[in-house]
Every structure is written in C-alpha cells, then in structure tokens.
C-alpha cells in the first residue's frame, strides 16, 4: 500500500508529515474484498436447461480498509430476481456494490458463470421457437 500525504503552510511540516504516514500504516489494510471468479450470488433461470446461474466477479477488488471499517462492509447485489434462458456465459447480469457503513466504495460486475440453453421442451419454448 501507498500513502501520500500533502500539508500546506504547516509550520512542523515534516513532523507531520511523519505522524500521519504513520496513523496511515497502522490503521489501515489494503486486502482482497473480492477474488475474480468468486461465486457471489446464484439466481433462478427460468426456460433453461438448468434451475440456476451462478454469478461470478468480473475482478478481483482490493481496498485499504481500517481494522474498524472491516466488519462494516456489506455488498448489496443490483441484479434482477430471476433471469430467462438463454444466458451465455461471461454475460454481464449485473453488479455487486461494496459499502463501508452507508458510503460506496466500489463496484464489480457479476458475470454469468456458464451458458444456459432454452428448454425448447416445455410448452413455452416450443412456442417461442416457431414464433
């Protein structure tokens, strides 16, 4: 992790330049929130093949983050509540916010884990095909 510290018309300027490089290393992390490929949320699939889709980060999400901050990160997920078939995989379906407290710090997309096929033998799909 780097720090930058930047003081204007400070008369102990080195001083505190010393003093908060310090507070900086000592109570703040920088760490993996995120890995990509890491399965964040699975949704229902409607007309597939399959039930379900994984989805996965698009990237890995790094942030310097203080000891206190920790356990006040939450993700919410904006994605819709089901999806229809066909999914192709790599498909961007959404994405996932990063808060510390109620302040956002980051986002990442949520990519479909695999394709999912249309069941083509079911009613609807049989007729989606002719139509």
């Known amino acids: ?7 204007l018309n400070d008369p102990n300027d080195w001083k505190d330049t010393e003093n908060l490089l310090n507070y900086g290393f000592e109570n703040f992390k920088y760490r993996k929130i995120v890995s990509k490929g890491d399965v964040l949320k699975v949704l229902p699939v409607y007309n597939g093949r399959q039930q379900r889709i994984s989805l996965t980060a698009s990237s890995d999400v790094y942030l310097p983050v203080g000891d206190n ?3 006040t990160l939450k993700i919410k997920f904006m994605v819709p509540a089901y ?5 192709y995989k790599g498909t961007k379906l ?5 808060y510390v407290g109620e302040k956002r710090i980051a986002l990442v997309d949520l990519l479909a884990s ?3 096929d249309e069941d083509k033998s079911n009613l609807i799909g049989i007729l989606k095909s002719i139509i």
């Open 114 to 116: 695999e394709s999912i």
């Open 83 to 87: 999806f229809y078939a066909p999914i």
């Open 1 to 7: 992790m780097q720090l930058i510290v930047v003081t």
């Open 69 to 71: 901050e920790f356990s």
């Open 94 to 98: 959404g994405y996932a916010a990063i």
